[in-house]
């Protein structure tokens, strides 16, 4: 049986769905004029530049990608390509919302808009990338790259995990579980 490469992945989308939903729970109590907590919105962003991009996203692009196109897929018009493209669209509604929540912070009024509309666009981004990672490209990968590529790729993940700040999954699953609390 070949060694599995992508339920570390999965299991870190698990917590990034979390947030997501508090994401959207929020954002709609914004919208409603009842959650005015523009911190939490600074916190998600934390969460996200940090566990999900550089944590999570730096796997799948340095390692996982890389492994699947050095084993004959496209980089250019393929799978690898558009979840790069899908990354970089979601750090783009993470800047929007940071920029809006900081605003709103600083006192700035009518920033409520541009904070739902970045928040909705990325959690529903993220949603639909995490349903294809997990429905579409895992799976692919998991037949296509080699049982002898599965254990260079399984001690880089270890080595990203080991650059991270220590204890940094920990520390966002205990910000994910304050919010849901």
């Known amino acids: 049986m070949k060694q599995d490469i992508t339920q570390r992945l999965k299991d870190e989308h698990q917590l ?11 954002a709609r109590l914004t919208e409603e004029g009842t959650f005015k907590d523009y911190q939490f919105y600074l916190d998600g962003v934390d969460f996200i530049r940090n566990y999900a991009d550089r944590f999570h996203h730096a796997k799948e692009e340095d ?38 929540a900081t605003r709103a912070l600083n006192g700035e009024a009518g920033q409520e808009e541009a904070i739902v509309s970045n928040a909705r666009g990325y959690l529903e981004l993220l949603r639909e990338h995490i349903g294809k990672e997990d429905d579409i490209l895992y799976p692919l990968a ?15 993940y270890q080595a990203a995990e080991e650059k991270a700040v220590k204890g940094l999954e920990e520390h966002y699953r205990s910000v994910v579980e304050k919010y849901e609390g």
């Open 16 to 26: 990034i769905l979390r947030m997501l939903a508090l994401l959207e729970k929020n």
């Open 63 to 100: 390692v996982l990608f890389e492994a699947l196109v050095a084993n004959g897929m496209p980089r250019a018009n393929s799978p690898v390509a558009a979840m790069l493209m899908e990354h970089d669209l979601g750090r783009a509604f993470v800047k929007g919302m940071e920029e809006a």
């Open 142 to 156: 998991e037949r296509v790259l080699p049982e002898g590529v599965r254990p260079e790729i399984v001690a880089k």
